[in-house]
């Protein structure tokens, strides 16, 4: 079955970096897009980064040239590097994989907390 294990949350300050990982597993890893995503308090989630089968990423506006999302293939994880944090950056960040039908899959999250 579609697992999507994510890893790396936790408590930084504002202006830290944090890395999170999301492995993989039960599914043609390097034949689907792979995202990030995150939800804080109050909000819905939103999309915060892409990146498809070739390596090509798009970001939201919102973190534009403080995150990079990159992939291993070899490994079936997929990365999400975070500089320069903010406090609005904290949310809990989820993995996802949208696989034939347009059947989304989701991992259990991890939390990220920037304190200013």
């Known amino acids: 079955q579609v697992q999507l294990v994510e890893s790396g949350g936790g408590l930084v300050q504002s202006g830290g970096s944090r890395s999170l990982s999301c492995a993989a597993s039960g599914f043609s890893f390097n034949a689907y897009a792979m995202n990030w995503y995150r939800q804080a308090p109050g909000k819905e989630r939103e999309l915060v980064a892409s990146?498809?089968?070739?390596?090509?990423?798009m970001y939201a506006d919102s973190v534009k040239g403080r995150f990079t999302c990159s992939r291993s293939n070899g490994e079936n994880t997929v990365y999400l590097q975070m500089n320069s944090l903010k406090p609005e950056d904290t949310a809990v960040y989820y993995c996802?994989?949208?696989?034939?039908?347009?059947?989304?899959?989701w991992g259990q999250g991890t939390q990220v907390t920037v304190s200013s």
């Open positions: 990146i498809n089968t070739s390596g090509r990423t």
């Open positions: 996802n994989v949208r696989l034939l039908f347009g059947k989304d899959y």
